[in-house]
Protein backbone atom coordinates (compact mmCIF):
# COMPACT_ATOMS: atom_id res chain seq x y z
CA UNK A 1 0.00 0.00 0.00
CA UNK A 2 0.84 3.43 -1.15
CA UNK A 3 1.84 5.51 1.89
CA UNK A 4 2.84 9.48 2.67
CA UNK A 5 3.45 9.77 6.13
CA UNK A 6 3.84 13.56 7.30
CA UNK A 7 5.60 14.73 10.84
CA UNK A 8 6.69 17.57 12.24
CA UNK A 9 3.85 19.84 12.76
CA UNK A 10 2.69 21.46 16.11
CA UNK A 11 2.62 24.41 18.02
CA UNK A 12 5.07 27.46 17.18
CA UNK A 13 5.18 31.05 18.17
CA UNK A 14 5.34 33.81 15.31
CA UNK A 15 8.90 34.04 14.21
CA UNK A 16 9.70 30.93 15.20
CA UNK A 17 10.66 27.72 12.93
CA UNK A 18 9.21 24.04 12.34
CA UNK A 19 10.75 21.44 9.76
CA UNK A 20 8.00 19.14 8.28
CA UNK A 21 8.92 15.49 7.10
CA UNK A 22 7.06 13.35 4.72
CA UNK A 23 8.24 9.69 4.33
CA UNK A 24 6.73 7.87 1.27
CA UNK A 25 7.09 4.23 0.90
CA UNK A 26 5.87 1.54 -1.34
CA UNK A 27 6.44 3.63 -4.87
CA UNK A 28 9.80 4.54 -7.14
CA UNK A 29 10.24 8.00 -5.01
CA UNK A 30 12.87 9.06 -7.14
CA UNK A 31 10.28 9.21 -10.10
CA UNK A 32 7.81 11.70 -8.32
CA UNK A 33 8.04 15.51 -8.60
CA UNK A 34 6.88 16.32 -4.49
CA UNK A 35 4.99 19.22 -3.05
CA UNK A 36 3.24 20.62 -0.17
CA UNK A 37 0.08 21.87 0.18
CA UNK A 38 -2.29 23.27 3.00
CA UNK A 39 -5.42 23.85 3.60
CA UNK A 40 -6.53 25.90 6.61
CA UNK A 41 -10.20 25.25 8.25
CA UNK A 42 -13.04 26.04 5.71
CA UNK A 43 -10.85 27.61 3.13
CA UNK A 44 -9.19 25.94 -0.24
CA UNK A 45 -5.99 23.93 -0.79
CA UNK A 46 -3.57 26.42 -1.43
CA UNK A 47 -0.06 25.06 -3.39
CA UNK A 48 3.21 25.83 -1.08
CA UNK A 49 5.81 24.32 -2.65
CA UNK A 50 7.05 21.81 -4.90
CA UNK A 51 10.59 20.04 -5.77
CA UNK A 52 11.65 18.06 -9.00
CA UNK A 53 12.47 14.22 -8.86
CA UNK A 54 16.08 15.06 -8.38
CA UNK A 55 15.56 17.60 -6.07
CA UNK A 56 17.36 20.33 -8.20
CA UNK A 57 14.84 22.70 -8.80
CA UNK A 58 12.17 24.02 -6.32
CA UNK A 59 9.36 26.18 -6.52
CA UNK A 60 7.45 28.33 -4.02
CA UNK A 61 4.34 30.40 -3.75
CA UNK A 62 5.44 34.24 -3.15
CA UNK A 63 3.98 34.37 0.60
CA UNK A 64 6.41 31.92 1.71
CA UNK A 65 9.31 32.73 -0.61
CA UNK A 66 12.63 33.06 1.32
CA UNK A 67 11.27 31.97 4.47
CA UNK A 68 10.37 27.90 3.30
CA UNK A 69 12.74 25.83 1.78
CA UNK A 70 11.85 22.50 -0.05
CA UNK A 71 14.60 20.14 0.14
CA UNK A 72 14.16 16.25 -0.52
CA UNK A 73 16.56 13.29 0.19
CA UNK A 74 15.55 10.12 -2.28
CA UNK A 75 17.87 8.06 -0.75
CA UNK A 76 15.87 7.99 2.51
CA UNK A 77 12.25 8.82 0.31
CA UNK A 78 11.57 11.59 2.26
CA UNK A 79 10.83 15.11 1.39
CA UNK A 80 11.63 18.31 3.97
CA UNK A 81 9.74 21.40 4.07
CA UNK A 82 12.23 24.14 6.65
CA UNK A 83 9.50 26.64 7.74
CA UNK A 84 11.42 29.85 9.27
CA UNK A 85 10.18 33.12 10.27
CA UNK A 86 6.27 31.36 10.98
CA UNK A 87 3.38 33.72 10.87
CA UNK A 88 -0.14 33.39 12.29
CA UNK A 89 -1.17 33.40 8.60
CA UNK A 90 0.86 30.47 8.23
CA UNK A 91 -1.79 28.32 10.40
CA UNK A 92 -2.79 25.44 7.83
CA UNK A 93 -3.21 21.93 7.74
CA UNK A 94 -0.15 20.77 5.69
CA UNK A 95 0.34 17.91 3.17
CA UNK A 96 2.70 16.67 1.21
CA UNK A 97 2.02 15.15 -2.41
CA UNK A 98 3.78 13.03 -4.41
CA UNK A 99 3.00 14.12 -8.55
CA UNK A 100 3.71 12.56 -11.82
CA UNK A 101 4.76 15.00 -14.51
CA UNK A 102 2.72 15.05 -17.07
CA UNK A 103 3.55 16.04 -20.85
CA UNK A 104 2.74 19.33 -20.53
CA UNK A 105 5.01 20.38 -17.82
CA UNK A 106 2.17 20.28 -15.26
CA UNK A 107 2.29 18.10 -12.17
CA UNK A 108 -1.12 15.76 -11.19
CA UNK A 109 -1.03 14.41 -7.94
CA UNK A 110 -1.04 10.64 -7.63
CA UNK A 111 -0.36 10.00 -3.92
CA UNK A 112 -1.87 12.19 -0.77
CA UNK A 113 -0.17 12.07 2.89
CA UNK A 114 -2.94 12.57 5.76
CA UNK A 115 -1.86 15.83 6.59
CA UNK A 116 -0.02 17.47 9.90
CA UNK A 117 -1.51 20.52 11.35
CA UNK A 118 0.90 23.97 11.67
CA UNK A 119 -0.68 26.36 13.94
CA UNK A 120 1.43 29.37 14.86
CA UNK A 121 0.37 31.62 17.82
CA UNK A 122 1.75 33.63 20.99
Known amino acids: EVQLVESGGGLVQPGGSLRLACKAS????????MSWIRQAPGKGLEWVSA????????MYVDSVKGRFTISRDNAKNTVYLQMNSLKPEDTDVYYC???????????????WGQGTQVTVSS
Open 51 to 58: ITPGGNSA
Open 97 to 111: AANRILASGNYYPDY
Open 26 to 33: MFTFSDYA
